[in-house]
């Protein structure tokens, strides 16, 4: 059966193209033949922030926003959260299969082997300010760990792929919790390969002077689908650093201090600090129908509310928020419960909310579960990188063997000045009073 088509007519020259549409989509590379004259590049199309442009082609995950569906290599979110571990998720994304019972003891076995970190790492975190941000620390650690593997360069050999793999998923949380450590004064824990992925991370946190630190079990198995939800969502900002990284045949380590740092802003990974300081800053349920009318009236979306990708609800929210409510039946609930809760309240008696997709997404209901586990502020976006660097290694070496895939190169229009000729410094005048500053310039 042939390829359905896109014909285009180029009204400047009259001539007419007909582009082959596969899988939805058609190649960017095919715009070139629309060219005005023989010296004209053809045509480019222009998307900032590639919001309508396909980067890849991935079977890792699908994210249906106006469905409001995610599904990890076919599963739903839902049932992955409601009955998986995040190991035996991680295991799915890198894997492309859930495990038998005999691969997952396998996998786990593997990945608490690389909990432990050199201790020549352990003292160049310890070189950070006392104060330093644990994702700063989490970004500029995991940038320098090729340093210490150098069998990571042989990105071409799918057993150093898994090799890595196995590392990066095993000591980021290590990482993240000595970076925590760091920053309240206290001494690092060391890994506890008896406990459970997530309950040894809570460990490296939390333990203080008992011989033996066993975790909540709500709060390990919190911790456990709050890891689940962040594992994978397609190709976001990070991702997509990630697969430009990769695509020159960078290290992982490289791979993932990129991804971690485009995580770091609080477009991305930081939204839910933003979320909880947004709540702290409105402090009473009175003000919430105030702070919302004014963010309505600048069309501002609030932190935590809407999602630039779903427009009907975000399907991870649900399962955060009821995990909320058992995480809230065993600790103090967060001082901003209240606050929260009258924006819901508004949110969904408000049609005007409704028709533009401002629900509470994911990040306001974990925002309030971490709080109220006692993990701080400053830690959200860390929380967010460690489930997701088992996306970064699968969409990394998907990449890695995919024959459509080059070095990343995007094209841009050049709309800076014509040409011109070097002028000596000495004939060089102030700038005009009414001549505008350079847009962007520094």
């Not at 160049?124 to 320098?144: C, F, I, K, W």
């Not at 290290?251 to 991804?259: H, P, R």
């Not at 399907?315 to 809760?341: D, G, N, Q, W, Y």
Request: charge should be negative; charged fraction near 20%; include cysteine.
């Amino acid at each position: 059966m042939p390829l359905p088509t896109l014909t285009i007519r180029d009204d400047r020259t009259g001539a007419e193209y007909v582009l082959p549409i596969e899988d939805g989509a058609i190649r960017a590379a095919d715009l070139a033949q629309i060219a005005a004259g023989p010296d004209d590049p053809g045509l480019v199309s222009y998307d900032p922030g590639l919001r309508h442009t396909a980067i890849c082609k991935s079977g890792i995950g699908e994210v249906n926003g106006a469905a409001g569906t995610l599904l990890y290599r076919g599963y739903p979110i839902e049932e992955l959260a409601a009955h998986g571990t995040y190991l035996e998720t991680a295991y799915l994304i890198v894997k492309g299969e859930l495990p038998n019972a005999a691969r997952y003891a396998t996998w786990e076995h593997n990945i608490k082997q690389h909990t432990m970190l050199h201790e020549s790492v352990k003292r160049l975190m310890e070189r950070y300010r006392y104060d330093a941000p644990p994702m700063g620390v989490l970004v500029g650690t995991m940038g320098s760990l090729s340093a210490f593997y150098p069998d990571a360069y042989d990105v071409l050999d799918v057993e150093s792929r898994r090799i890595q793999t196995r590392r990066l998923i095993g000591k980021i949380p290590t990482i993240a919790a000595f970076a925590y450590r760091r920053r309240r004064g206290l001494p690092c824990v060391y890994p506890n390969s008896d406990l459970s992925y997530t309950g040894n991370f809570l460990s490296m946190v939390f333990k203080m002077t008992e011989l033996e630190y066993r975790p909540d079990p709500v709060l390990e198995r919190a911790l456990n689908v709050l890891f689940i939800v962040y594992a994978e969502h397609a190709q976001n900002c990070a991702t997509a650093s990630a697969r430009m990284t990769g695509s020159s045949h960078a290290d992982a380590f490289a791979v993932v201090a990129s991804a971690a740092a485009a995580m770091s802003g609080p477009g991305h990974g930081g939204a839910s600090e933003l979320v909880l300081r947004m709540l702290r800053e409105i402090g009473t349920p009175d003000r919430v129908a105030g702070h919302l009318a004014a963010a309505r009236a600048a069309g501002h979306r609030p932190p935590g509310i809407g999602h630039s990708t779903y427009t009907r609800s975000d399907p991870r929210a649900a399962i955060v928020r009821s995990l909320s409510e058992e995480v809230f039946e065993v600790t103090a609930p967060p001082s901003v419960l209240p606050v929260a809760r009258e924006i819901e309240r508004v949110l969904s008696e408000d049609a005007w909310f409704a028709e533009r997709g401002w629900f509470p997404n994911v990040d306001f209901h974990a925002a309030l579960t971490y709080d109220a586990m006692g993990l701080p502020v400053e830690m959200f976006p860390v929380l967010f990188a460690i489930p997701r660097a088992a996306s970064w290694m699968a969409q990394w070496a998907e990449a890695l063997v995919d024959p459509d895939q080059v070095i990343a190169r995007p094209r841009q229009i050049y709309s800076g000045h014509a040409q011109r000729a070097y002028v000596s410094i000495s004939d060089r005048g102030d700038r005009g009073p009414g001549e505008p500053e350079i847009r962007g310039s520094l």
